[in-house]
């Protein structure tokens, strides 16, 4: 066998088991966090890397999520009805809360 034949076929099985590959890839998801009534819901979240998070204001103040420790992300005051939307590279753990809001917190668990 030529090793142009070889490398033909070493070639030829990676490719076949590409379809096998993507299907057990896993989709991202978008989860969603409802701000209402001076407070996030779900208040803890866990989310697998590569997810999206979007926070939505359904309350009639404005407000935030702000990493309160190391400034990882910080969505900016949200009027009512507005979102924001981050998605999660790696894995951590990250606290936030509202900036005017102080007592107004949840945790995001990236896995």
Request: glycine share 10%; with cysteine; aromatic share 8%.
């Amino acid at each position: 066998m030529t090793s142009t034949r070889r490398t033909f076929l070493r070639t030829a099985a990676g490719l076949a088991a590409l379809p096998a590959l993507a299907t057990t890839a896993r989709a991202q998801t978008t989860h969603t966090v409802r701000i209402r009534n001076m407070a996030f819901t779900p208040a803890d979240l866990t989310i697998n890397a590569g997810d999206t998070v979007t926070w939505i204001n359904e309350d009639r103040m404005r407000h935030s999520a702000w990493q309160d420790t190391g400034n990882a992300f910080d969505t900016g005051l949200l009027s009512p009805g507005d979102s924001a939307s981050l998605t999660f590279g790696g894995p951590g753990g990250f606290s936030y809360r509202c900036r005017p809001h102080a007592s107004m917190r949840g945790t995001i668990t990236v896995v």
